[in-house]
């Protein structure tokens, strides 16, 4: 089992900053990458940045050049961060950290932290 655990939103005007982080602990050498998803009101969950174990990184197309994704790992953790700059309305959402296991050629996001929301005013 993995725990996830996820901190850093709050409030922020368009333009503005903040960094997200997230701690996995438990079976973390059972995680394949660790992924930031988010999901506003009304619309589906999307993967925002993920990051394997290798340091392969990816980005969502809408926060390319805003957005850093970055891990350290502790003893008996993995931690996450999100940098957001640049930030805009369009970013709001409650963000939710999540780690993957590889099945087969798929990674699989099955331990997820509670979100942290995050409000970007105009």
């Known amino acids: 089992q993995v725990q996830v655990v996820e901190s850093g939103g709050g409030l922020v005007q368009a333009g503005g900053s903040l960094r997200l982080s997230c701690v996995a602990s438990g079976s973390i050498h059972t995680i394949d990458a660790m992924g930031w998803y988010r999901q506003a009101p009304g619309k589906k969950r999307e993967l925002v940045a993920s990051?394997?174990?290798?340091?392969?990184?990816?980005?969502a197309d809408s926060v390319k050049g805003r957005f850093t994704i970055s891990r350290d790992n502790a003893k008996n953790a993995v931690m996450v961060f999100l940098q957001m700059n640049l930030l805009t309305p369009d970013d709001t959402a409650v963000y939710y950290c999540?780690?993957?296991?590889?099945?087969?050629?798929?990674?699989?996001?099955?331990?997820w932290g509670q979100g942290t929301q995050v409000t970007v005013s105009s």
């Open positions: 990051i394997t174990t290798g340091r392969s990184i990816n980005y």
């Open positions: 999540a780690a993957a296991q590889r099945r087969i050629a798929s990674l699989v996001y099955d331990y």
